[in-house]
């Protein structure tokens, strides 16, 4: 991905004609723009409207740093999930600054850094992974013998949109876990004068990244967004409300330990930790790598990931979540299911009940687990 | 001729961020100090946590090798609690490491390390027939056809067409350095693309059992995957077909391409056997244990060090005599800067004393880097592949010497060439070779245990802190894709009271001791290095990848009485 090697592509040259002339076709094209409406949620009304914007576009120029971090949401966007005509799109881009991967180092490096910002001001997209250490003028992380945040700052002035994949750019993550020894901060605590995409998790799904960017180019404007500046599209619910295990869950099927009877069958990971209540996040819908199959569906709980703070507020990762407002209904779920689990047919019927009862609180906005975000080293917006 | 003072910042290419300074002469450099600038405090944070969340934690210090981290602590908090995990919990960890290996070394000689050797504008003049007949000729890899590189061609000309170079603007192309001819650099270019779809495949296998790559979870007591062949929720026969044609797809690709490339590309560039030996002193705590962790007679990669690049004799390693030195790195220790640590009396205060930023030069400063320098018994040690084949070498590793043999005899070498820039790139290619095919062997071994009815995943007897001892401490060795790790944990009142990991890039990037002994980066780059055009410093590129730098792994620290003390002085 990302290798304009691939997939050349002439200058002035709109998509559809490249594609023509890559030999895909029309109908592949149209199939593709149909999952990424269907990842984006927009339903199929949209799709020739996705399919035309996609078309028309030039490569837009995008410049990717990488701040205090340790590369994982390069990686991970380096699994998307669609090998080929996914690889397609997100060449849509021209991707002139990427530290892990370009050809040049040092001055030439820089340079090029210095010519796009220059070149393209007002138009291109700024790309970050990592956080900014404020802390002691900002001597954790440099570049060039220059700080992150003078980086960061430079680079924002003339983008025209910002995306922050990953829990560092979003929030600081592990390195703003107490007692934040850098003082390190996410990018919307530096950058408020443009929009500025969470694309939340440690690290999130890549394709989720791929998605925001075809919606930016589609649409001319970032997705809608959640309180905390996540788009709707993929953080927009639950985990628990998505689980596959939820029938577990209402039932009252529960593993209470690693590999015990309930773990070989599959069932619910909340005794032993799981966060899936309290995490917003679309891992049980995308999946991760090619869609193969994610944490929970790998027997192991939950750590909260998408959520700000999560090192202090969801640890220790193997404890139950508190009982809070919201839970009532599971918890009584949980007894009553765990009694009427022992048939089999029973168990059925107590899924059906617990779910009709947590649909009956959801309607009524009964308040869930939200995750504080009292944390040090700036909250969303500097609180 | 006057020194010229060269400053290579950021180093791309890498994980992390790397700066190089060095002084250079005559087209030759005379000095050279690496620094780190990047610090997260990562293992400060960790105190006072459950030490059943330790991996998680420990896992975000790198997202590259996602794995190495994780188990290295499971491994420390299992020696400390006295936890022995079951026999499936290990082969699946030794499934994840080993592909962990394979896919990272691909990626990183295809697009880390390939640029500082291939010159992507240089392919576009090849003849596609020519490429196609030295493919054929070194691999039965299926896509070896004239149309096919053409295909390849004709993109990259389109591109090159477009003006707009993302990427690869401002590489060094047509420096004097890059010696291939056209159609071996277009036979590159083809593979580092095919690459990238390949490394998303496999890695698959660690979504398998840990739920995601990167960061796949881990488990303290052994694996949260459980084993039923007849739920459609667990390890059952549909996952077991993919993970096994997933290893036999890293397989064709590691023999049918990366190792015909590497071999084809290395003998062009045979004089780089004779630069960037460096220290000379090699460390592997091994890797792959095949049976008990506690037990080094069954790893499968050996344990030793190789000092003095004497392969005829293996010392024993002893954790006892790693400590670690700050005489050049921004840090402060209560019995002054010239003391030495070991990891159980790991004690570090933050203390920055380089210039205020911005600023141009480091290499006049006492203390230029965020590393500590990990020293053996006083000496600085390089780890990593080429460390660990010339263990494996020296203890008479039977598949790791033919391999050896085959490169030395294709190359027309004698085994001196190992310890150079050339050896430690080889190294990778041979290590990737010996555990692609010995993922099948673990393959086998975990099959037949399940067709044998051990399904046992876990071992719970210690997670519940209440059967812990009051005080605990272990050690975790791994040797992991960039060489030697080891963390050491202390546990008290069941929370972790210090965490410290010496890790490869610290024992590599490693700045100046207290005795001026160079880390292994440093004394690489002046040992018989060239460097023809300061201005595009192409030879310190291809020494420095070719240690395949992982930056964010290697500053650590973390108080012994806890409290973090930073202070500041800035010039």
Redesign the interface.
């Known amino acids: 991905?990302?290798?304009?090697?691939?997939?050349?592509?002439?200058?002035g040259?709109s998509l559809g004609a490249y594609l023509d002339k890559r030999g895909v076709s029309r109908r592949d094209f149209l199939a593709f723009c149909t999952e990424m409406t269907a990842i984006l949620g927009l339903g199929s009304m949209m799709t020739p409207r996705l399919a035309q914007a996609l078309a028309a576009q030039k490569?837009p120029t995008v410049v990717w740093l990488?701040l205090?971090?340790?590369?994982?949401?390069?990686?991970?966007v380096?699994?998307?999930a669609e090998?080929t005509i996914g690889d397609l799109v997100l060449d849509v881009v021209?991707?002139?600054y990427?530290?892990?991967?370009?050809?040049?180092?040092?001055?030439?490096?820089?340079?090029?850094l210095q010519?796009t910002i220059a070149k393209n001001r007002g138009e291109y997209l700024l790309v970050v992974t990592g956080s900014v250490?404020l802390?002691?003028?900002?001597?954790?992380?440099?570049?060039?013998?220059?700080?992150a945040k003078?980086i960061l700052e430079e680079a924002a002035t003339g983008a025209k949109a910002v995306i922050a994949i990953g829990a560092c750019a979003h929030w600081g993550?592990?390195?703003a876990?107490?007692?934040?020894?850098?003082g390190?901060v996410g990018v919307d605590a530096i950058v408020k004068d443009k929009p500025v995409v969470n694309i939340a998790g440690?690290?999130p799904?890549g394709d989720v990244v791929t998605a925001t960017i075809v919606h930016f180019l589609t649409f001319g404007r970032v997705p809608a967004l959640d309180y905390d500046g996540r788009p709707l599209f993929a953080y927009g619910a639950r985990i628990h409300d998505q689980c596959?295990?939820r029938a577990n869950f209402d039932a009252g099927q529960f593993v209470e330990?690693?590999?015990d009877e309930a773990?070989?069958?599959?069932w619910c990971l909340y005794h032993v930790g799981c966060k899936g209540p309290a995490t917003y996040s679309p891992?049980p819908i995308f999946l991760?790598?090619?869609r193969?199959?994610?944490?929970?569906?790998?027997?192991?709980p939950c750590?909260g990931c998408t959520e700000r703070h999560f090192?202090d507020t969801m640890?220790?990762?193997?404890?139950r979540l508190p009982d809070v407002a919201g839970f009532g209904v599971e918890r009584y779920a949980d007894t009553f299911g765990a009694a009427l689990a022992i048939g089999a047919a029973a168990g059925v019927a107590a899924h059906a009940i617990a779910t009709g009862v947590h649909q009956m609180r959801q309607r009524r906005k009964l308040p869930v687990l939200e995750t504080p975000s009292q944390g040090q080293g700036g909250g969303h917006g500097q609180d | 001729m006057a020194k010229t003072r060269v400053v290579v910042d950021p180093i791309t290419r890498i994980e992390g961020h790397l700066r190089i300074e060095a002084q250079a002469e005559d087209g030759r450099i005379t000095n050279a100090w690496a620094t780190s600038t990047q610090f997260r405090g990562i293992e400060i944070i960790m105190q006072g946590r459950d030490p059943r969340d330790a991996w998680a934690f420990t896992q975000r210090i790198c997202g590259v090798c996602t794995v190495v981290h994780a188990v290295a602590s499971c491994r420390a908090v299992e020696d400390a609690l006295d936890i022995r995990i079951p026999q499936n919990a290990n082969t699946i960890r030794n499934l994840i490491h080993g592909m962990q290996f394979v896919q990272d070394h691909v990626i990183h000689f295809y697009h880390l390390h390939a640029l500082d050797w291939v010159d992507v504008v240089s392919a576009l003049s090849a003849n596609p027939a020519d490429t196609a007949a030295i493919a054929r000729k070194v691999s039965l890899w299926p896509n070896n056809s004239e149309t096919y590189f053409r295909e390849v061609q004709n993109r990259l000309k389109t591109f090159v067409g477009s003006g707009q170079l993302g990427i690869f603007s401002n590489g060094y192309w047509g420096h004097p350095a890059y010696k291939l001819p056209p159609a071996v650099n277009l036979l590159a270019v083809a593979h580092y693309l095919e690459a990238l779809d390949w490394q998303r495949d496999v890695i698959r296998l660690h979504t398998i059992f840990g739920g995601k790559n990167p960061h796949p979870n881990f488990l303290v007591g052994g694996m949260a995957s459980a084993i039923n062949l007849d739920s459609r929720a667990t390890i059952n026969a549909e996952r077991l077909t993919d993970i096994h044609d997933m290893i036999a797809r890293a397989q064709r690709f590691v023999e049918q391409v990366y190792w015909p490339d590497l071999l084809a590309i290395a003998g062009f560039y045979k004089e780089w056997a004779g630069i960037g030996g460096g220290t000379g002193n090699y460390l592997a705590v091994g890797e792959f244990p095949e049976a008990d962790v506690r037990d080094p007679g069954s790893l499968y990669l050996p344990r030793g060090i190789i000092l003095s690049k004497n392969l005829s004799k293996v010392w024993p390693y002893d954790e006892k005599l790693v400590k670690e030195y700050i005489t050049s790195s921004w840090y402060e220790y209560s019995k002054g800067d010239d003391a030495g640590l070991h990891p159980y009396e790991g004690e570090t205060k933050a203390k920055y004393t380089g210039p205020k930023p911005p600023w141009t030069y480091l290499q006049d400063e006492q203390k230029y880097s965020w590393m500590k320098a990990p020293r053996y018994d006083g000496r600085p040690m390089e780890v990593g592949p080429l460390a660990r084949m010339l263990v494996a070498y020296g203890s008479g590793h039977e598949g790791a010497r033919a391999l050896v043999k085959e490169v030395l005899d294709r190359l027309e070498v004698g085994p001196a060439a190992l310890f150079s820039t050339l050896g430690r790139t080889a190294a990778r290619g041979i290590e990737t070779v010996l555990l692609a095919r010995r993922l099948s062997v673990w393959y086998d071994q975990f099959v037949a245990r399940i067709k044998g009815g051990d399904t046992s995943t876990f071992n719970g007897d210690k997670w519940d802190p209440a059967r812990w001892p009051a005080k605990a401490q272990g050690y975790g060795y791994l040797d992991a894709p960039r060489g030697a790790l080891g963390h050491w944990v202390q546990i008290e009142d069941r929370k972790i009271s210090r965490y410290q990991c010496v890790v490869p890039s610290t024992w590599n990037c490693s700045p100046r001791d207290k005795q001026g002994q160079m880390g292994p980066y440093e004394a690489a780059l002046v040992d018989h290095h060239p460097l023809v055009k300061p201005d595009q410093p192409l030879e310190i590129l291809r020494t420095v990848h070719s240690f395949d730098p992982c930056m964010a792994c290697g500053v650590h620290v973390l108080d012994a009485t806890g409290g973090l003390v930073t202070s500041v002085r800035v010039q």
């Open positions: 991905m990302y290798l304009p090697t691939s997939h050349a592509w002439a200058e040259e490569r990488s205090q971090e340790c590369t994982g949401c390069v990686e991970s380096l699994r998307t090998p021209s991707l002139d990427q530290h892990n991967i370009m050809a040049a180092a040092g001055h030439h490096a820089e340079a090029a010519d250490p802390a002691d003028g900002g001597i954790y992380t440099t570049i060039g013998g220059r700080t003078v993550n592990i390195q876990a107490r007692p934040n020894p850098t390190a440690c690290p799904i596959p295990k330990a690693f590999d773990a070989r069958k599959g891992c991760w790598n090619t193969t199959s994610w944490p929970i569906g790998a027997g192991h750590l090192w640890t220790p990762f193997y404890g």
